[in-house]
C-alpha cells in the first residue's frame, strides 16, 4: 500500500493555516473561501493545533458564543494527531476512523509538509483495491 508522502505528491502541498488569536469568524470565512474542511493553527512555523468545522459547530455555535469575539485558541484540538511521509495510507485510515477525525497534518519532524483527508485516504484504499482486483482478474483469465 502507498504512503502518506505519495499522497502528498499527487494531491500537493497547500497549507492553510490560521493564527490561534485570530477570531473564528476569520477561520470560518477562510475554510468557505479554500472549500476546506479543516485549518492548521499555526503560531509561526509551529503547528499548535487544528480547527474544523466539527470544532466550530461544537464549540461555538452549539453553545452560544459569538464567531468574531471567540479566538481560535479557544477551540482548536490541540494537540493535533498527525503522521509521517512514511505512514501507511491504511494506518492512516485507523488513525482517523478511531479517532473519528477528518483531517491529519503531515510533519517531517516540526515541519509541516501538508494535509491529508479522510476522502484522500479512502479514494486511496478504493483505488488500491481496484488495482488488485484487476491484477486478480488478469490472473484467473490468463
Request: a neutral charge; hydrophobic letters at 40%; one cysteine or more.
Amino acid at each position: 500500500m502507498r504512503q502518506v508522502k505519495h499522497l502528498l505528491e499527487t494531491k500537493g502541498h497547500d497549507i492553510f493555516a490560521v493564527a490561534p488569536e485570530a477570531p473564528v469568524l476569520e477561520a470560518i470565512k477562510h475554510m468557505a473561501e479554500r472549500r476546506v474542511g479543516a485549518l492548521l493553527v499555526m503560531r509561526g512555523e509551529q503547528l499548535v493545533g487544528i480547527v474544523s468545522e466539527r470544532d466550530y459547530a461544537r464549540k461555538v455555535i452549539l453553545q452560544g458564543r459569538s464567531s468574531a469575539q471567540t479566538a481560535v485558541s479557544e477551540i482548536m484540538s490541540s494537540p493535533a494527531l498527525t503522521v509521517t511521509p512514511d505512514t501507511d495510507v491504511f494506518d492512516c485510515m485507523r488513525l482517523c476512523t478511531d479517532s473519528r477525525i477528518r483531517h491529519l497534518p503531515v510533519l517531517q519532524g516540526n515541519r509541516v509538509l501538508g494535509v491529508i483527508s479522510i476522502g484522500d485516504l479512502v479514494k486511496e484504499v478504493i483505488s488500491a483495491q481496484a488495482e488488485q482486483i484487476d491484477q486478480l482478474q488478469r490472473y484467473i483469465t490468463s
